[in-house]
């Protein structure tokens, strides 16, 4: 600490040396330059007053040039200030003139705030009578007075929307079923298939009566080898010339009758001959299933399948539904989705994939519990296909929603191929009760009236109670109707929900 502040003090001095060396040295030459200058001023001034006396004249006759001129200059402002002043003191007296019009003015309008102040004063307090009256003849508050015309604005307001919602929805269905015909009825028209629909056959026509004691066998063991080795039952009874073989399983039904014709052509009916039969039959029907499938997914053009899937397929063709063969059903809806996929710019080769596989649960249906809808996506994804082919296959009953647009061209599509005429067919028996199933559900709802199923069971009308179902609980009615039907019944295509509300009003002339 001692050694910075001696090194300060140091510097300190030094610069105070340094300020008084300078100080001097500029004194010094200030003192030899006035010097210098008093010589050269003395020359200048003995120069000067040579020169002085004929400067003076000159400048005696500049002074008076420039004294004239700027007389000259002095009057012509004068002569522009008293033109300014003139017109600023114009400007003045019209200014306090509008001032005083101003100033009346704003009397004039004081007024008329007072007058209307006093009238809004009045007009309140007539309001406030008024209103007192209204609640006095009314005997309701202002509250509850409010309260109804609120009610009554909520009323007019849903009849309004609900006008307008049918408006809006008529036009957008009218829109969407226009644009949909076409392209379906375009996607008919170019896949003209049979509509003849294919039934499994259960029944083996023999050459004579005298084989059924034959293939029954001493004390029925030819009868019992067959079914321990097929798993079919076989039935004869008084049919003429035919026995009738009843399985579950239409493989395995398939089986038996392929194994059943060879016994009755070859004539040698006895438990071994029957199950070395029975085998054979067995592996042709599985060389039978594995073309089918290939053949399948060839017409499809859907290459590259596993062959897992190759084999379901090949077992649709032994699988019905409601008499329509499944796997001609499944290549219909395949080329029907491929198209109109193509229409709508969707991916063709997805659509088409997933219309092949759509109904694979129904070739396990019988032997896995569950909708063949969820059993088939369950195998695709077990077999590692693409998320949108499981949401394809799974979706198109409405056992999912819907992920893409490819499972709502696949649905369509099943709906197309299922409900042309003659397609499918269905028991007397199973119709009634379908059709009766749909009324009850109908029926189900409040403020149901009566319910009417009509178009063969493809449309449900409603007749509904107009004083407990307003316009737009009709609209929620329909849908909740149609929500129902989805969840409760099995049906092929789609069925059609129409909700009719009347009100009737009716007087007589007296």
Known sequence: MNELTLTIVGFVIALLVGLILGYLLKQYL????????????????????????????????????????????????RLDLQKEEGRLQRQREATDRKMESIDRRERQLNKRQSTLDRLRNELESLRQKSI??????SNLTREEAKELLLQTIEEEARQDMARVIREV????????????????????QRFASDQVAETTVSMVPLPSDDMKGRIIGRGGRNIRAIEKATGVDVVVDDTPE??????????????ARVALSKLILDGRIHPGRIEQTVEKSREEVEAIIREEGEQAAYEAGVPGLHPKLIELLGRLKFRTSYGQNVLAHSLETTHLAGMMAAELGA?????????LLHDIGKAVDHEVNGPHALIGANIARRLDMSE??????????????????EAILVEAADAVSGGRPGARRESLESYIKRVKALEEVADSFEGVAQAYAIQAGREIRIMVKPEEIDDLAAIRLSQDIAKRVEESLEYPGQIKVTVIRETRAVDYAK
């Open 30 to 77: 200030t003192r030899s330059r006035v010097e210098s200058a008093e010589a050269e001023a003395k020359r200048l001034l003995a120069e000067a007053q040579t020169k002085s006396k004929e400067l003076v004249l000159a400048a005696k006759d500049e002074a008076l040039k420039i004294r004239a001129r700027a007389e000259a200059q002095a009057k012509k402002k």
């Open 132 to 137: 007192q009256e209204l609640e006095r003849v």
């Open 169 to 188: 929805e008529a036009q957008i269905k009218e829109e969407a079923e226009s644009r949909a015909r076409e392209i379906i009825t375009m996607a008919i």
């Open 242 to 255: 035919a026995v009738i073989l009843s399985c579950f399983d239409p493989v395995r039904r398939e089986v």
């Open 347 to 355: 991916d063709v080769a997805l659509a088409k994939k997933a219309g």
């Open 388 to 405: 949108k082919i499981v949401n394809c296959i799974a979706a198109h009953h409405g056992e999912e929603e819907y992920q893409c647009l």
